[in-house]
Every structure is written in structure tokens, then in C-alpha cells.
């Protein structure tokens, strides 16, 4: 809109012998505005009483070009007044510094005007063009669903003329909403409504299970919908247990690995759990949680010994039955183990013979002694077994006899993350009967 007042000075020239045509003698005031380069004209009679008028129906950010004249008792019209140059201000503009899953911080004002931005459509000199004023006395902010437009907006807020930005809180995920906003003039009056603005929230982080071990589990994230490019600070892993088992750690995203992972250790074998997580995009501005994941973590490998030859055993495992987990929550995530499998296998000889034992040959002169240590890690890759119940074998050779020694064994997943140690202990046989030295 633009508010126009119009009058006409008159000089007395009766000391000069001059005769001037009273002021009642108008009968009405003629008014007309022209849009420059658009289309656009009004034209408005008004009683000569009526010197003001306010022009509605204005569009934001166009030049206009306005004159007045009037008609007086006589049947004459005077002639156009000197043409006035004007320029609406531009539309009020909605800028969103932070678009989250659940708030929106939202800000407004106006870009500023220059004479020279309308050079093309307004006539040289540029001295006259008349800009307008964009002081403000109060903003109107109206924040509706963009699928509910019939329903009453669900923000509708004024604010003085220091407040230039808000948070709306409480908004849904994925959600679409129209924001719309306007400013008053210092007398109070309403400009035009800012063109309407629709902008989606962010949808949840939707967690993906890249791989589960018997002691942790690793997962990535995605996030569907619209990407912002919104900067996230920290992020927060939730992990549930039986018993009130809590986890709870902040990450951030220089802790996050190369293939965009985070890995969480620390896990019980053959136990459910549910991971979920959430994203700061500020200072404590945490958005919402991510649908939780339920998944159970691989059961720990059985190990056992047998006695083969009388300095031979041999090592037999496989991975113990898993409890039935998808009985207790048929969305529970199992992991499936690649093949072949890497294992490593570790037997040492903790406890040597009290009394050392030198065995003699045939002719009665003694042999070498026993040793009394002894050493052995091999890392190896096995193909799966024909059957469940099949164990994976290796047998260990020449083992120094009346001796106590520990057997070890623990699994590699295909991300390189070995699992925990299981561990037996068992005796060698004792020495035979022979001639001792």
C-alpha cells in the first residue's frame, strides 16, 4: 500500500492588484496511479473535503507513478500535478537458521532498497523516486501445518520491533509446514502478508546393523527425505540391556570411523539389546531419538580338549547354540557369521613338572630332558563345517608330558574385530613307566 496526502498552496496576490481563484471553488479531486513497466492503474474521485487517500492493492517491490488534479465550480479540470515517483517496499523474507526432526529456528526482515535497482523501470533522474519507509513497529508470525491449512495456525504470534527471530518446538518429523509472516508500520497499520514459505522437518535418523560380535556391535544411519546440510555437533548412543543395563556416550563426528560407523564394545555374549540415537545441532539442542533397533549379539565360541596320541591333543570348538531370542521379540535382529572363518588358537604350558624326568635309551644312557615350556599361537581360516554340531579341529603335536596348559581360542568377523578368549586348561598324561636316571 502507499498512503498519498495532496494540496494546493495558494498565494495571496490581491496587494499586487492580482485576482486568484478562491480554494472552495473544488469540487472534487481527481487521483490516478500507473504501475511503471507492470500492469497496473487505479483511478479515484474524491470530495474536495477528502485530501488523503490510502492506495491498497499495491505489489511489493514495484515502481508506481502517481498524479492528481481537480475539478472546480466552474466545469474546468486544473491541470495534472507534478508527477510523483514511488517504489513499495519489498516483501518481508523468512530465513530458517536451524530445521531439525522436532523445532525450526526461524528469523524475518526485509532486504534494503537502492534508486539504482530500478533504473530500467523508472524514468531518469533517479533523484525524485520516492522509496519506502522501513521502519516497523511490530511483526506478525503465523506457522501453520502445510496439509492443515484449514485448521487454526498452530503458531500465531506478534512481537515488538527488537524481535526478529523465534523457535518453534514441538513440531513432528518428516512434517511439512507453511510459515508466513508480516510487519506494521509506526502507525500501527499491516503490511501484506510475506509470501508463503513451506519447509519439511527433518525425518528421524533411521539406524542400519553393520555388524554384530559377541562383545560389540557397529551400525551407520541414514536419514530420508529432504538433506539440509545441517550441521550436527555430537551424537548420543543409547544401548538397552536386561536388568536395567544402560548405555549411554556422546560421540562426535571426528569419532565416527571412515565408512561412517560408530562401534559400540563392552557387550555380553548371547544377549538382546536396543540401540537407538539422536543428533545435536547446537549447544544442548538435541533433536529427537531414532526408531530403536533390537538385536542379539553372537554366543561365545566352546572350547575342548582331547587326548590324542600320549603327547598329542587335539582342539575342537564351535559356536554355542544361540537362547531363542525371536521368541521373546520376533523383531530382533541375528547376525549370520561370514565364512571361511578366521580363528586364532593359543596353547602354552603354564605349570612344568615338579620333578624334571630324563628318560634313558636302550643302553641305559639318559636321553634329552623334557622341556619345560612350551608355546604355540597359530592364526588360521577355516571353511564353515558340514553340520552345525561339526566343530572346527586342530591338533597340537609333542606336547611335554606331567605338564598343566592353558588352550585358547577367539574368532575374527569380517571387520577385523575378534571376539572374547574362551579358555580350558588341561594335563598332559603323566610319564611312563621307564628307567629313570
Known amino acids: ?247 549411554n556416550s556422546v560421540f562426535s563426528p571426528s569419532e565416527i570411523d571412515a565408512n561412517g560407523r560408530i562401534t559400540v564394545r563392552g557387550l555380553a555374549p548371547d544377549s538382546m539389546y536396543e540401540v537407538s540415537l539422536c543428533a545435536a545441532y547446537g549447544e544442548g539442542e538435541w533433536g529427537l531419538w531414532s526408531h530403536a533397533q533390537t538385536f542379539a549379539t553372537l554366543n561365545r565360541i566352546g572350547l575342548g580338549v582331547t587326548h590324542g596320541g600320549l603327547k598329542d591333543v587335539e582342539c575342537s570348538w564351535k559356536r554355542l547354540p544361540q537362547a531363542d531370542h525371536q521368541e521373546a521379540n520376533p523383531e530382533v535382529q541375528m547376525w549370520q557369521e561370514p565364512q571361511p572363518q578366521t580363528f586364532k588358537l593359543v596353547v602354552a604350558l603354564t605349570e612344568p613338572p615338579v620333578e624334571p624326568y630324563i628318560a634313558v635309551d636302550e643302553e641305559g644312557e639318559p636321553l634329552a630332558p623334557e622341556p619345560t615350556e612350551f608355546y604355540m599361537e597359530q592364526e588360521f581360516e577355516a571353511d564353515k563345517p558340514e553340520t552345525a554340531e561339526a566343530p572346527t579341529t586342530y591338533v597340537v603335536e609333542n606336547l611335554p608330558l606331567a605338564s598343566v596348559y592353558e588352550a585358547r581360542v577367539c574368532a575374527k568377523d569380517s571387520t577385523g574385530e575378534w571376539g572374547e578368549w574362551q579358555t580350558v586348561t588341561f594335563r598332559t598324561p603323566p610319564y611312563p613307566p621307564g628307567r629313570p636316571v
Open 1 to 247: 500500500y502507499g498512503r498519498v496526502r495532496w494540496g494546493r498552496t495558494v498565494r495571496d496576490l490581491s496587494a499586487q492588484g492580482v485576482l486568484s481563484t478562491p480554494r472552495d471553488t473544488v469540487v472534487k479531486y481527481h487521483l490516478e496511479v500507473v504501475g511503471l513497466g507492470h500492469s497496473f492503474r487505479m483511478e479515484k474521485k474524491f470530495k474536495p473535503s477528502h485530501t488523503n487517500c490510502m492506495v491498497r492493492g499495491l505489489e511489493a517491490n514495484k515502481p508506481y507513478k502517481l498524479q492528481v488534479r481537480s475539478y472546480h465550480e466552474d466545469g474546468v479540470w486544473s491541470l495534472w500535478s507534478k508527477r510523483l515517483e514511488f517504489v513499495t517496499l519489498k516483501p518481508m523474507t523468512l530465513k530458517f537458521d536451524k530445521v531439525a526432526e522436532q523445532f525450526m529456528q526461524v528469523s524475518w526482515g526485509r532486504e534494503g532498497q537502492a534508486r539504482e535497482e530500478y533504473k530500467d523501470m523508472v524514468p531518469e533522474p533517479l533523484d525524485g523516486l520516492l522509496l519506502g519507509d522501513p521502519a516497523v513497529s511490530k511483526y506478525h508470525l503465523c506457522v501453520y501445518q502445510a496439509k492443515r491449512m484449514q485448521d487454526d495456525a498452530m503458531v500465531d504470534v506478534q512481537f515488538g520491533q527488537e524481535v526478529n527471530s523465534y523457535e518453534i518446538r514441538d513440531l513432528n518429523p518428516d512434517t511439512p509446514y507453511l510459515f508466513l509472516t508480516r510487519s506494521a508500520n509506526p502507525a500501527g497499520e499491516w503490511g501484506v502478508w510475506s509470501p508463503e514459505v513451506v519447509v519439511r522437518t527433518m525425518a528421524l535418523l533411521n539406524i542400519t546393523i553393520a555388524s554384530i560380535g559377541e562383545n560389540y556391535m557397529s551400525f551407520s544411519w541414514t536419514r530420508e527425505g529432504e538433506d539440509r546440510n545441517v550441521e550436527v555437533h555430537q551424537y548420543q548412543v543409547k544401548l538397552t540391556g536386561a536388568n536395567d543395563w544402560l548405555y
